[in-house]
């Protein structure tokens, strides 16, 4: 990950970063740490602009970096998806690469594997070429997922920096329960902080009430009527959650949006596996789930396409950092969010 970046000064910047990899959560740490190079708020938005190449075009993100920043000595450009452009796009970021502008930062991001063996010869040369000049004018960094084995320290890292303890047994607990999903685990861990308390202890039975949920039957029906569109349902029964529960509103908001993310998360998979054919049993077998979970996940599936799915959970990152930061209280924004995927 790209560290410490806030300590220095933008004049030491790079001209241009390629950032690949499937670690989507150091790539994002690594955008952030960019940005605050760019001084305040009001200060980097006059010379931040982010790009996706699905939407945008190469010749866009050029022509933001061949502009002089206004009131400042660099710009900060975000070009997402690189790895989706074809080769005729990629030749004109080569291009770029080779003398890119000293006053804007290009950072490409392909949150993918870059060296992709199967992809066509073609395609491997020319990224392979946009990977030369990168290193020749700027930095790259691959950042590849974050093994198992070395997970429970990355939560314990996280705790310490929250400045909370977290017991063997929690952390246990908690990685078995969330995976490998970094963007999941963070979010869990500011929730779990926020309910024990700066300087106190994550204990087993925490997560188990926070982050596995109480078995409830309301959040079962929650998410069903979640998954099935039925509005009027769900924004019962969300109702139901909130005057039954013993915790804050902030915290059930967030325990609610954790188990809506994992829902969300089981129905991209399984459009995922159904593309590959792949039969309810070795389904079972890969999600962890059982036979009468794994069919409803099936049914609900067809409800939504993958790009709204994506949607879903883009929209529960905003509703996340609307929780965390208190602009509004948590269970409108939690209503706003059912809002949202029902009418989709």
């Not at 790209?2 to 970063?17: A, D, F, T, V, W």
């Not at 314990?156 to 303890?165: D, F, I, L, P, Y």
């Not at 998979?269 to 979970?293: G, P, Q, V, Y």
């Amino acid at each position: 990950m790209i560290k410490n970046l806030s300590k220095k000064g933008m004049e030491s910047l790079q001209p241009i970063y390629l950032l690949t990899g499937e670690n989507s959560w150091k790539i994002e740490k690594s955008i952030s740490h960019l940005k605050l190079r760019f001084g305040n708020i009001s200060e980097r938005e006059l010379n931040f602009q982010q790009f996706d190449l699905l939407e945008s075009t190469v010749d866009d993100v050029l022509g933001v970096c061949n502009i002089l920043p206004f009131l400042s000595s660099k710009r900060l450009v975000i070009a997402r998806n690189v790895h989706r452009l074809n080769n005729d796009e990629l030749e004109n970021i080569i291009e770029y690469a080779k003398s890119p502008s000293p006053y804007t930062c290009l950072v490409l991001v392909a949150a993918t594997v870059w060296d992709d063996l199967d992809l066509p010869d073609s395609t491997k040369e020319i990224r392979a070429t946009l990977k030369e000049t990168v290193k020749k004018t700027g930095k790259i960094y691959n950042f590849k997922p974050i093994q198992y084995r070395n997970l429970e320290n990355w939560v314990k890292e996280r705790c310490r920096e929250r400045e909370v303890r977290i017991n063997p047994a929690a952390v246990y607990l908690l990685t078995n329960f969330l995976g490998n999903d970094l963007f999941n685990l963070e979010s869990e861990i500011e929730k779990l902080t926020l309910y024990v308390g700066k300087g106190n202890v994550i204990d087993q039975a925490t997560i188990q009430v926070l982050v596995s949920g109480n078995p409830e039957i309301s959040i079962f029906k929650f998410l069903d009527a979640l998954g099935e569109k039925k509005g009027s349902e769900a924004y019962k029964t969300l109702k139901n959650i909130y005057l039954n529960t013993k915790l804050p509103n902030n915290i059930e908001s967030l325990r609610i949006l954790g188990i809506i993310r994992w829902h969300f998360k089981k129905l991209l998979e399984i459009k995922s596996l159904i593309k590959k054919k792949i039969n309810l049993k070795e389904m079972s077998k890969i999600l962890s789930l059982r036979d009468f979970a794994i069919k409803k996940l099936i049914n609900q599936h067809k409800n939504f396409s993958e790009e709204q799915l994506k949607n879903c959970l883009l929209n529960l990152l905003e509703v996340d950092e609307g929780i965390k930061t208190g602009k509004q209280k948590s269970e409108i924004l939690i209503e706003k969010l059912v809002s949202k995927i029902v009418n989709i």
